[in-house]
């Protein structure tokens, strides 16, 4: 049985315009034989030195994924599960095949294209990225990660290159509603997940199903730790750091891991009008206070952590009420937890001060944490090689937002590549990247995955 979910979506069929696509993008591939000496037929073209992809067709494919969920606005609203999210796995399946992948979709959903390899022993090496967005997202975000795994794909056919190890090319499902996808790879998907209901208005559960997974069995997706030569990742920055210093590419040192408290300021609660200025405990000045703090030391300390109360409340919140009490969040985030630990002491102790400058007690009650997935450093080395082979300018950077990567390290090594973000913005319609800049990321990722094969 053949499994279309489209048939009783109510969403148009997009058979039609699919087809035009796929011959639109049949045509970009050169033909294999030369029209003016029918014989003997051309030779295979060799891969350019340093290896490069097709830029332009690149760029075109990014252009097809529009056709599913782009806005007016420039913007892309693929939500995971939604109509749009299949007719675009559909058309990213119909390009691996034309690269002569085997395509399948795991137990997860996930969409696989897999390449064997010259080596039966050799595991595989793994390419790939997300095509679902946020509502009123942008079209590049995870996009230009699954293009260049695709565009790679249909380079290395194109000139028969022959890797040691089996390629594989994975398009994570539901990666903006919590890595669903790559999570399930790793078993991190716990049970009562699977009745959240997305921004598509179905549960993971009925998503997974639709796709073309079996929630019930989604324990067997899971993959062992050690199964894969490696992971390597393209995704456009989604901050200001290459844009900024005009650097074309980002080797990611890691994704940063992420620790969240509840702050609790508690003061004296009093009269607004008869209360006078030498006799408060204000909740809410000693929050001031705590806030410039934690400003302070995350400025102040050496290194790239970041730090931030990003929600506070006073109570009762009366105009004439001198507040008692005020409720915060503090998360701090770095490549290390160490260091992480480190910035929070040292919040800690301001807290103290701020205490007793007031007069109030300063309670902090950690409810999150994420842990860092540094990259790997083999990877690291792999990846500026590749940029300084091509002459491309790169710099190490971390990665503030989570992705895909994160959850892949848990099998194996890992390695990120980021391109410029026009702005910094993204999770907008107004997520921009150069179609140069796009091409760049995917040439350093060609030349890492041959570099990690052993070929070049
Ligand atoms: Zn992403």
């Known amino acids: 049985m053949t499994f279309d979910p489209l048939l009783n979506s109510g969403y148009p069929h997009p058979r039609r315009g699919f087809l035009k696509v796929a011959a639109a993008l049949a045509a970009t591939l050169p033909s294999r034989i030369s029209v003016r000496s029918p014989t003997p037929p051309a030779p295979t073209p060799p891969l350019p030195q340093p290896p490069r992809v097709d830029g332009q067709r690149l760029n075109a494919i990014l252009g097809v994924f ?13 939500l995971a599960y939604s109509a749009v999210d299949i007719a675009g796995r559909r058309y990213a399946a119909e390009a691996m095949e034309q690269s002569g992948l085997e395509v399948s979709t795991d137990l997860a959903a996930n969409l696989i294209g897999r390449r064997p390899g010259t080596d039966p022993e050799a595991l595989p090496v793994i390419i790939g990225s997300h095509m679902d967005t946020v509502p009123g997202g942008g079209s590049y975000d995870g996009q230009v990660g699954v293009a260049s795994a695709l565009e790679i794909a249909l380079t290395l056919h194109h000139h028969r290159v022959e890797l040691r190890h089996p390629l594989e090319i ?7 509603g919590g890595k669903t996808g790559s999570r399930a790879l790793v078993g991190r998907v716990e049970p009562h997940e699977l009745d959240i209901v997305t921004a598509s208005g179905l549960t993971i559960r009925d998503g997974i199903a639709r796709l073309g997974g079996d929630p019930a069995r989604l324990d067997e997706a899971r993959r062992d730790p050690g199964s894969m030569a490696g992971f390597l990742e393209l995704h456009i920055e989604q901050g200001a750091v ?10 990611v040192e890691g994704i940063v891991g992420i620790r969240r408290w509840n702050v609790t300021v508690r003061g004296a609660q009093n009269h607004a009008g008869t209360t006078p200025m030498n006799q408060r405990r204000d909740a809410l000045v ?18 790239r952590q970041v730090a931030t109360v990003g929600r506070i409340e006073a109570v009762p919140g009366a105009p004439n009420v001198v507040p008692g009490e005020v ?3 503090l998360e701090i985030r770095d490549l290390e937890m160490e260091k992480i630990g480190r910035v929070f002491d040292e919040v800690e102790s301001r807290a103290r001060q701020v205490g007793e ?9 950690r409810f999150y944490e994420s842990l860092a997935a540094p990259t790997e450093p083999r990877f690291r080395d792999i990846i500026e090689a590749s940029a300084e082979a091509l002459g491309y300018t790169h710099v190490r950077m971390p990665s503030g937002a989570g992705h895909d990567a994160q959850s892949m390290a848990e099998l194996g090594p890992v390695g990120m590549i980021f391109v410029s973000s026009r702005d910094g913005i993204s999770h907008s319609p107004q ?8 091409a760049r990321g995917a040439d350093v990722l060609l030349g890492a995955v041959l570099a ?5």
């Open 66 to 78: 529009r056709q599913f969920g782009g806005t007016d606005d420039g913007g892309t609203t693929r």
């Open 170 to 176: 994975v398009i994570f499902q539901n990666e903006e």
């Open 242 to 251: 290459l844009a900024a210093a005009g650097i074309q590419i980002g080797v």
């Open 286 to 303: 000693a929050a001031a206070d705590f806030i410039r703090a934690v400003n302070d030391v995350a400025t102040n300390t050496e290194g």
């Open 327 to 329: 409720r915060a969040t």
């Open 357 to 365: 400058d007031h007069e109030v007690t300063i309670e902090l009650d």
């Open 431 to 438: 997520e921009y990247t150069a179609p140069e800049d796009i």
């Open 452 to 456: 990690l094969d052993g070929v070049g």
